[in-house]
């Protein structure tokens, strides 16, 4: 799927929801300050959305930071969508209207890397963090998203690993697309995990632009159905031990 994207914060339209959650970023702050050196991250959980709701949420989250700590884990699904990041020219539009008449929205983002796909039966996870209350490098930041993912693919019994290309392999295919934007050191965009994905979807596309390889899921390589529901539990205890970091969930977006 992605790679690193790097720039300034854009100023994103603050669509309403920002007075909804204005109460918990104070008291996510407050807990930073108590809990010294462990930052504390709130788990928000989205279930399903269309993909535009998902990015405004992340920008209100983003634009939070300029004025007290408000990082956040948003885990979510999407409905059918092929996005594209800015490494690559506009894609054809013959393409990309193709993609239309299967049912999906088609959106070009900020992110790092090339075209892929989010569904249904995908764990998308979205961190927004300042990368200032853990390492402050963007490499560090990556490296450990990898190492959660394959922590969590452990606990499956599946052992995964990283290669040249982004994101994390089992063997030559890819089971989960990592690719973020950060600016100034806030982070947002992040990974996705096929748990019981329809597969199907990728086959209209390159997925992330590498030739030869392929896609596969947690339910393909174990032969049973693994939802997302299932894998959560597992990210977030991964996620907390390898970003040394505290969760809470006192916040559902709406």
């Known amino acids: 799927m992605w790679t690193i994207a790097r720039g300034p914060e854009e100023k994103g339209k603050n669509n309403g929801g920002v007075e909804k959650i204005q109460v918990c970023i104070q008291r996510l702050w407050f807990q930073s300050l108590m809990k010294g050196a462990r930052p504390v991250v709130e788990v928000v959980r989205l279930g399903v959305v269309p993909y535009q709701e998902a990015l405004r949420l992340q920008q209100v989250y983003v634009d939070r930071h300029r004025s007290s700590p408000a990082n956040a884990l948003l885990l979510c699904q999407h409905l059918p969508v092929y996005t594209t990041g800015i490494r690559h020219k506009p894609y054809p539009a013959a393409l990309l209207d193709r993609l239309r008449l299967l049912g999906a929205d088609v959106h070009r983002t900020n992110r790092g890397g090339l075209i892929t796909f989010h569904g249904p039966g ?129 916040h559902t977006a709406e």
């Open 122 to 250: 995908q764990l998308v996870c979205y961190p927004v963090l300042n990368l200032g209350n853990f390492t402050k490098s963007v490499r560090w930041y990556v490296c450990e998203l990898e190492k959660t993912i394959i922590s969590v693919c452990r606990r499956f019994g599946i052992e995964a690993s990283t290669s040249p290309h982004t994101g994390v392999w089992v063997g030559d295919q890819k089971i989960c697309a990592i690719g973020i934007h950060c600016g100034r050191y806030i982070t947002s965009h992040g990974l996705a995990l096929n748990c019981n994905t329809d597969m199907s979807w990728f086959s209209h596309i390159v997925p992330c632009g590498i030739e030869g390889k392929g896609v596969t899921s947690l339910s393909v390589k174990l032969q049973r159905d693994v939802s997302v529901e299932d894998t959560i539990p597992h990210l977030l205890d991964a996620f907390r031990q390898h970003f040394n970091c505290e969760l809470t969930e006192e």
